[in-house]
């Protein structure tokens, strides 16, 4: 993962500015350890810097690989790095990175390229969000531009394509629609989906073949026990909000299992 404009200079190696395909900031704020602050305005990466990312997420999955892992999934999604290029709201570039669906596609291939150099792509997944709008993230067409994507994906052979969300939205200038469904008809590979999934409507979806996977997020850090609760159908305990994002053990290592 790479945060691009996410992020703030008071969090990285020697205050850098944060990196993104266009100088345009993120509206809101962020948690620094000065507490939150205004996102920054970032710096806009030149065409020749780009290829340097792309080295340092090979550099990543090279590690990752080094350490034992099983695989790597690159985050595209929820307005990181990937997902700023993806979007023609935040890429307002004119080189061979802007512009058209090609160029804006081009980074997040160019960056699955090179992690499945180092892996093979039987062991590379990506996770995408077609028109989810957080981090300030806007596309005009998201639709088009994942539609895009997912056909320049489905012939490579990758693990699986991780999308989310089931409510699926658009915040474009076309009508909504649900990521999943949009995906299925073009992705020929396995497609996970992801996006507040139950036991019973994950089962469903599953069955009805809009989906080969189910990604569970929020009910694990509630239920470390996850998969004894759903084979026993066991009740999941609630998620604490509040503790997602940092603090100490409470909220992470203090949820109940079944045999507590």
Known sequence: MHAGRVTHSSLLPGHALPVAPSAIAVTGTIHTFDGKVPFETPRA???EEVKGIVAEYRRAAELALSA???GVELHAATGY???QFQASGSNQRTDIYGGSLENRTRFTLEVVDALCQVWGANKIGIKIAPGYTVNDIFDEDPAAT????AKQLSPLGLAYLHVGYESG???GTGPSFNPIDLLRSVYTGTLLAAGGFTKETGDAIIASGRADGVVFGRLFISNPDLVERFRTNGPSNASDVSTFYGGGSHGYTDYPTLSD
Do not use: A, K, Q, V
């Open 169 to 171: 939205y658009s915040r």
């Open 68 to 70: 034992g892992f099983d």
């Open 81 to 83: 790095l990937p997902h």
């Open 45 to 47: 990466l030149e065409t």
């Open 146 to 149: 994942y539609i895009y994507l």
